[in-house]
């Protein structure tokens, strides 16, 4: 069974920073590309981030470039998300993502809020 558990968020003030993480079970994480998406208050699902399996490609919705860094640990079975300079339409619901053999895998997300 896919399961993907997301922590770190949390309260933080405007230029703060927070560091998430995702940690994955039930299946092969080393060989899959794995993101991050949120979703604000009242808000569709934005597609964040995403990293290949080899840790070469990252690619970052252009909202958070230069702000945002995804990076991955195979040996754990985590993916991260260090999110700094946080501004307060990063307020959201992030979730860790991960779509095998066309089905989409989302954990129970975790709340960021930034807010002064």
């Known amino acids: 069974e896919v399961q993907l558990v997301e922590s770190g968020g949390g309260l933080v003030q405007p230029g703060r920073s927070l560091r998430l993480s995702c940690a994955a079970s039930?299946?092969?994480?080393?060989?899959?590309?794995i993101g991050w998406v949120r979703q604000a208050p009242g808000q569709g699902l934005e597609w964040v981030s995403l990293?290949?399996?080899?840790?070469?490609?990252?690619k970052y919705a252009d909202s958070v470039k230069g702000r945002f860094t995804i990076s991955r640990d195979n040996a754990k079975n985590t993916l991260y998300l260090q999110m700094n300079s946080l501004k307060p339409e990063d307020t959201a619901v992030y979730y860790c993502?991960?779509?095998?053999?066309?089905?989409?895998?989302w954990g129970q997300g975790t709340q960021v809020t930034v807010s002064s």
């Open positions: 993502n991960i779509r095998i053999w066309g089905v989409d895998y």
């Open positions: 990293i290949d399996s080899t840790e070469r490609i990252t």
């Open positions: 039930g299946f092969t994480f080393s060989t899959y590309v």
